[in-house]
C-alpha cells in the first residue's frame, strides 16, 4: 500500500513514523522542511511540495493538518489535491476540524471520483506515538473496510460513527464534555478545599463516588492530588488550554448551524477564552482551576 501523508507536526510526525514501522510505502510532505527530513530519515520518501506528494499517485492519502481553514485550503479548487490525485484515492482526514466542513470536503471529493473518510482523533502526542490513538471515523463502511489496516498501524480503537462529518461530531461533542467536565472538577474540588477538607482526601471520595470522571480521576486539576498530572508540573505538557478552546469553539459553531443549545459549552468557550487571554493558552487545560484558588 502506498501511502501519502501530509502534515507531519506534533501528532502527524508520530503517525507517520508508526506507518512505516508497520511497513507501508509511504511518501511524505510538510512545509517545515525539517519535519520532512526527519520521516525521510526513517526511510519515507521526502516530497518537495504537495504538487509532488499527489502527483506520485498514492493509494491512500491522509492528512494531519492544524484546522479547516487548512484542510479546505489544501483539499479545494481547481489545483487542490481532490483534482490532482489519481482517481480513485481514498482520502482520510485526521485533521480536527467542525463537521460542516468535513462534510463539504467529503462532498467535493465524492463529486470528483474519490472516496473519503474524516478520522478525528484522540489520544494525544503521546498516543500519536505509540500507536494507541481513537480513530472516530465518518464515512461509508466499505471504505472504514480498506482504511482499518492502515488506522491499526496508527491506533489501538477504530469507530465508526456513521456518515461524512459524523467522526468530527464525535469529537466536537466529547471535548466539549471534557471542557465542562474539567471546570466542573475544578469548582467542586476548590470548593471542598476551601471548605476545610484535604485535597487528596476529596479527590478520593469523588473517584469512588458519582462525581467521578477522567477530569477526577486522571488529570485531576488540583496541584499535589495526583503524581503524574500536568497539575503537579506546574501545569505543563497535557492538553493545552489553546487547544480546549480551539475544539470548544468548533462544538459551539456546529451548535449555532444546528439552532442547538449549549449553554454549558459556550459558558466553558468563555471561560477557557478569558483564562487564555491571561496568558495561560499553553498550560494544560487544568489550569482553569487558577480562575477558582485562593492565593
Ligand atoms: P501541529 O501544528 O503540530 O502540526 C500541523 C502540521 O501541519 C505542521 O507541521 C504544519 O507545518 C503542517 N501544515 C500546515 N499547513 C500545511 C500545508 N498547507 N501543507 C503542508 N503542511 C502543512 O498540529 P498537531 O498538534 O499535529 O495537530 C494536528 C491536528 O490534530 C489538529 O487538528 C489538532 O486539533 C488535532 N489533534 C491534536 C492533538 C494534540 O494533542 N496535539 C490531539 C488530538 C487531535
Redesign the pocket.
Known amino acids: 500500500m502506498h501511502i501519502g501523508f501530509?502534515?507531519?507536526?506534533?501528532?502527524?510526525?508520530p503517525m507517520a513514523s508508526n506507518l512505516l514501522k508497520a511497513g507501508h510505502q509511504l511518501s511524505v510532505?510538510?512545509?517545515?522542511s525539517q519535519?520532512v527530513a526527519e520521516l525521510a530519515e526513517q526511510g519515507a520518501q521526502a516530497c518537495d511540495s504537495?504538487q509532488t506528494l499527489v502527483t506520485g499517485a498514492p493509494d491512500i492519502f491522509i492528512s494531519?493538518?492544524?484546522?479547516a481553514a487548512?484542510v479546505k485550503?489544501?483539499y479545494l479548487g481547481d489545483d487542490g489535491v481532490i483534482q490532482q490525485l489519481r482517481k480513485p484515492t481514498l482520502l482520510i482526514d485526521?485533521?480536527?476540524?467542525d463537521p460542516h466542513s468535513a462534510r463539504e470536503v467529503a462532498q467535493a471529493a465524492q463529486e470528483a471520483g474519490h472516496r473519503m473518510l474524516d478520522a478525528?482523533?484522540?489520544?494525544?502526542?503521546s498516543g500519536?506515538q505509540a500507536g494507541t490513538l481513537t480513530f472516530m471515523v465518518g464515512g461509508s463502511p466499505e471504505d472504514l473496510a480498506q482504511a482499518q489496516p492502515v488506522l491499526e498501524a496508527m491506533g489501538k480503537n477504530i469507530t465508526h460513527c456513521g456518515d461524512n462529518g459524523n467522526g468530527q461530531v464525535a469529537k466536537v461533542a466529547n471535548n466539549m464534555l471534557l471542557g465542562i467536565s474539567m471546570i466542573g472538577v475544578a469548582e467542586a474540588m476548590a470548593l471542598g478545599v476551601s471548605l476545610g477538607m484535604d485535597a487528596k482526601v476529596l479527590a478520593s471520595i469523588i473517584n469512588t463516588s458519582s462525581g467521578r470522571c477522567w477530569s477526577s480521576e486522571i488529570n485531576n486539576p488540583y496541584p499535589e492530588v495526583l503524581e503524574h498530572a500536568p497539575a503537579n508540573r506546574g501545569y505543563s505538557g497535557g492538553?493545552?488550554t489553546d487547544?480546549m478552546l480551539?475544539?470548544l469553539g468548533l462544538a459551539t459553531e456546529a451548535a449555532g448551524l444546528a439552532k442547538q443549545p449549549v449553554m454549558l459549552g459556550a459558558a466553558a468557550q468563555q471561560l477557557y477564552q478569558a483564562f487564555s487571554l491571561q496568558g495561560n493558552g499553553t498550560l494544560d487545560f487544568s489550569a482553569i482551576i487558577k480562575l477558582y484558588l485562593k492565593e
Open positions: 501530509l502534515g507531519l507536526g506534533n501528532m502527524g510526525g510532505f510538510d512545509l517545515s519535519a504537495l494531519m493538518l492544524p484546522a487548512h485550503g489544501v485526521c485533521s480536527t476540524i478525528p482523533v484522540s489520544g494525544g502526542t500519536a492538553f493545552g487547544l480551539k475544539d
